[in-house]
């Protein structure tokens, strides 16, 4: 299978509407349902300019087989940027053929074009399949803190 990669123009009507299709897949899995206004995803996405996206696709197929959602941060440790993986999305016929390596692939040349000192990324505990993939990729626990389970919460602001 050959995959190939791009970084989403969120100005580009088909990037929009694949970013969008990934994004409901996705949301569908974990929700049920789409998020309210997902139509409008792209175009608040674009108006955070910390924020990028890259496609994936197999070749000889016309719609998309991955989405990865990414915003540059700054590590104050390191006094450089670095980049938070947010969403990675493959879809569920592509799943366990390479499709995450080659997004976390793109998404790595961007940070290292960026002069990032990392990616971070968060994954829960009950998604082996998951963490086998990023940590297949290179991604550790905070060598700093092996042991130390760390928190993801979060306060709802809206509904």
Request: aromatic share 8%; with cysteine; net charge negative.
């Amino acid at each position: 299978m050959q995959i190939t990669t791009k970084r989403v123009d969120y100005s580009n009507p088909d990037d929009c509407r694949d970013l969008i299709s990934m994004q409901s897949e996705y949301a569908r899995h974990a929700m049920g349902h789409d998020p309210p206004e997902l139509h409008r995803l792209p175009e608040r996405l674009a108006s955070i300019s910390t924020a990028f996206s890259v496609l994936a696709y197999e070749q000889g197929l016309d719609r998309p087989i991955g989405l990865i959602n990414c915003f540059f941060g700054f590590s104050t440790f390191k006094s450089r940027p670095l980049v938070n993986v947010h969403d990675v999305i493959v879809t569920e016929s592509h799943r366990g053929r390479g499709v995450s390596a080659e997004l976390l692939g793109a998404v790595e040349q961007i940070a290292v074009e960026h002069d990032c000192c990392r990616l971070t990324l968060e994954v829960y505990d009950d998604n082996a399949s998951a963490r086998r993939a990023y940590q297949k990729y290179g991604f550790v626990r905070d060598p700093d803190h092996p042991e130390v389970d760390v928190w993801f919460l979060r306060k709802p602001l809206v509904e």
